[in-house]
């Protein structure tokens, strides 16, 4: 359940991030490719940035801390025994929703696919037509729909070159993955307002087509004759489906100069700093942390052993509660790592509120064995919630006491660092 809650969180996030900021920056440019291409990756960031998790660390700290093998609590943890909570609720309503987002996306494919096979279809100059009196003009996939077909007919012309356009480029393709898409996301409107920003662009790239060939007056006054209901073919690209006032205004627009292709060199910090937030876990010692290699032994005149560090090519004495992250002999727990596994099976307890909810996951908890063994200075640095985090806060504190670990045969404070694994059967 967490990695729905995941990517309906971080996708969501990153759609409006992308959204915002392609309103702000980038819609009113006339470089339509480009403007599609930034659509497309924006969709593939917010489906695929919440699946994916980068970890990296300091490489001049990378062993600053001494990790603790990850203990792992719930296997045979059953949840059948669980009443019905909120969180399976929400999660029925979003099946529910995604199942009837996902059979029309199926209908949007079939129903078309069983019509063509009914009508007329023939070639035209390496184009696929199929011709019915029921059609509006539109594209579907590879074919080019219309109600009559006369090539001699100069609307028809710009027609059939605006519908070739959409078929040339496969914008059928992207309609396809982008209603995939709103199946996943069909509660959040940003998915609805990424498809018509995504459609509007498919119509600006097939006008600017027709302009190419015929006066971009005559194309306009085709568009205001033509305005027409949706066919509702989800699938399709109708030839007058989207916005013509402002499709005109478009085309009559200043082409954008060269340079205002700079602004798409902003994507890449935009990206950069999406990944960074959504799909890189940091991993960063304490800066103050004091490795074994830093430190040396000084034996005075009267016999006795100091251990100092060296600072800033400086030599500073290491006080009596310093707390080391590395050491050259680390702490024990009692009867040894298997003492300490088989205490945390006795003592942790799957949280009710956690099983009720579905929540599973890693709780990361630092502790520090003090020089006598004992246990204290216990925090969370990563929690899951719904009482995994305190339940594991609780059982290190009640711990038994450690060997303490040493450094140059003297016995030292020492941070810990401990994952436990949250895992419903």
Same mark, same amino acid.
């Given at each position: ?11 969501? %996030? ?11 920056? !980038? ?63 929400? %999660? ?20 078309? +696919?069983?019509?063509?096979? !009914? ?15 029921? +059609? ?9 729909? %219309? ?49 018509? +920003? ?45 916005? $013509? ?21 902003? =994507? ?15 991993? %960063? ?18 016999? $006795? ?20 992250? =590395?050491?050259? $002999? ?17 003592? !942790? ?18 502790? =520090? ?57």
């Amino acid at each position: 359940m967490n990695w729905l809650i995941d990517l309906w969180i971080e996708g969501s %996030l990153i759609l409006a991030i992308g959204l915002l900021f392609y309103k702000l920056t !980038l819609e009113k440019l006339t470089f339509f490719e480009w403007n599609r291409g930034f659509l497309i990756v924006l969709l593939v960031l917010s489906i695929g940035l919440p699946f994916l998790s980068f970890e990296f660390s300091n490489p001049e700290n990378a062993l600053a801390e001494f990790t603790l093998p990850a203990f792992e609590l719930g296997k045979g943890v059953a949840t059948e025994e669980v009443s019905f909570g909120w969180m399976d609720l929400m %999660l029925t309503v979003y099946v529910i929703g995604f199942s009837i987002a996902l059979l029309k996306v199926i209908l949007g494919l079939v129903k078309p +696919f069983f019509q063509l096979q !009914l009508v007329e279809k023939f070639s035209y100059q390496g184009l696929k037509i199929a011709v019915h009196p029921s +059609f509006e003009p539109a594209s579907y996939f590879g074919y080019i729909l %219309l109600p009559y077909f006369d090539p001699e007919e100069e609307d028809q012309r710009q027609i059939l070159l605006h519908e070739s356009v959409h078929v040339s480029k496969g914008h059928s393709w992207d309609l396809l993955f982008t209603h995939l898409f709103k199946a996943v996301f069909w509660f959040n409107p940003l998915a609805y307002l990424y498809e018509k +920003f995504l459609r509007e662009i498919h119509e600006f790239q097939a006008d600017q087509g027709v302009t190419k060939s015929f006066s971009q007056f005559d194309y306009s006054r085709l568009l205001l004759r033509l305005i027409v209901k949706d066919q509702s073919w989800q699938l399709t690209n109708s030839f007058n489906q989207f916005q $013509t006032k402002k499709r005109i205004l478009m085309m009559n627009r200043e082409k954008s100069r060269s340079t205002a292709k700079s602004r798409f060199l902003m =994507v890449i910090p935009l990206v950069s700093l999406m990944v960074l937030v959504f799909a890189c876990d940091q991993n %960063l010692a304490d800066d103050e942390s004091i490795k074994p290699e830093n430190v040396v032994e000084i034996q005075g005149a009267d016999g $006795t052993v100091q251990l100092k560090e060296m600072v800033n090519g400086k030599l500073v004495e290491i006080e009596a509660d310093e707390i080391f992250d =590395v050491v050259e $002999t680390q702490p024990t727990p009692s009867g040894g790592m298997e003492g300490w596994n088989e205490y945390l099976r006795a003592n !942790l307890k799957y949280p009710a509120q956690a099983k009720e909810m579905g929540v599973e996951g890693t709780v990361i908890a630092v502790f =520090v064995i003090n020089t006598d063994g004992s246990i204290t200075d216990v925090e969370l640095l990563r929690g899951i919630g719904a009482g995994c985090d305190e339940e594991a806060l609780r059982v290190i504190q009640n711990a038994p006491n450690w060997e303490p670990g040493k450094q140059r045969g003297r016995e030292v404070r020492t941070r810990m660092r401990l994952p436990i694994r949250f895992k419903l059967s």
